[in-house]
Nanobody, 119 residues
Framework: QVQLVESGGGLVQPGGSLRLSCAASGSGFSIYAMGWYRQAPGKQRELVARITSDGITIYANSVKGRFTISRDTAKNTVYLQMNSLKPEDTAVYYC?????????????WGQGTQVTVSS
């Protein structure tokens, strides 16, 4: 069983920055891949970024160059630094940890943290 605790969401103006964190705890689960998905109202949940324990990363095209994912393996924590935020980044952001970088399937989800970009 794994527990994921997310933090760092909030309200920010366009062009601003936020840093999300997700700490994983528990036992008997794979945290090879850690990452973030987001879901805006009326839309499907989509990939934002993922990172593996050996440093492989993938990003959605919409966030490349603005967002940076990183992880502290010793702390089982993944971070998402979000810069140059846009109103279209507004969504609930969900942490996911699991065995594959290619899919969140088979992994575990956090409760979500709201990110709102608005003036």
């Amino acid at each position: 069983q794994v527990q994921l605790v997310e933090s760092g969401g909030g309200l920010v103006q366009p062009g601003g920055s936020l840093r999300l964190s997700c700490a994983a705890s528990g036992s008997g689960f794979s945290i090879y891949a850690m990452g973030w998905y987001r879901q805006a109202p009326g839309k499907q949940r989509e990939l934002v970024a993922r990172i593996t324990s050996d440093g492989i990363t993938i990003y959605a095209n919409s966030v490349k160059g603005r967002f940076t994912i990183s992880r502290d393996t010793a702390k089982n924590t993944v971070y998402l630094q979000m810069n140059s935020l846009k109103p279209e980044d507004t969504a609930v952001y969900y942490c996911n940890v699991g065995p594959s970088i290619a899919t969140p399937a088979g992994g575990s989800w956090g409760q979500g943290t709201q990110v709102t970009v608005s003036s």
